[in-house]
């Protein structure tokens, strides 16, 4: 499974950005996917999280109200609509993969939990 994160960029305070990840090879209608995020000097953090068809989602709290996970299952690919974007939202930002049988979404809040990952794309968010 590859992942090939795209659409960061430079935004001001409360502007908007659309994140895509698009996967080739598996099955990708079978994987739960995530979002992550890693500011310079700190752990990679969760985001969000999106079941199999795109029903279920699950938030950080930090991005709860303002970010929207989605998927398009015939594109093979996800989704990460930020909205209201803040300084603090500066950060590498990495879809990952998470194959194994189990679709669930509110446990898949660690990296430990994914199999894939894709490189990164930078979003940074100024003042």
């Known amino acids: 499974v590859q992942l090939q994160a795209s659409g960061g960029g430079l935004v001001q305070a409360g502007g908007s950005l659309r994140l895509s990840c698009a996967a080739s090879?598996?099955?990708?209608?079978?994987?739960?996917m995530g979002w992550f995020r890693q500011a310079p000097g700190k752990d990679r953090e969760f985001v969000a999280t999106?079941?199999?068809?795109?029903?279920?989602?699950f938030y950080a709290d930090s991005v709860k109200g303002r970010f929207t996970i989605s998927r398009d299952n015939a594109k093979n690919t996800v989704y990460l609509q930020m909205t209201s974007l803040k300084p603090e939202d500066t950060a590498v930002y990495y879809c990952?993969?998470?194959?194994?049988?189990?679709?669930?979404?509110?446990?898949?809040?660690?990296?430990?939990?994914?199999?894939?990952w894709g490189q990164g794309t930078q979003v940074t968010v100024s003042s």
């Open positions: 999106i079941s199999w068809r795109g029903g279920r989602t």
């Open positions: 990952a993969a998470d194959i194994s049988p189990t679709n669930m979404v509110k446990a898949r809040t660690s990296t430990s939990a994914y199999d894939y």
């Open positions: 090879g598996g099955t990708f209608s079978s994987y739960v």
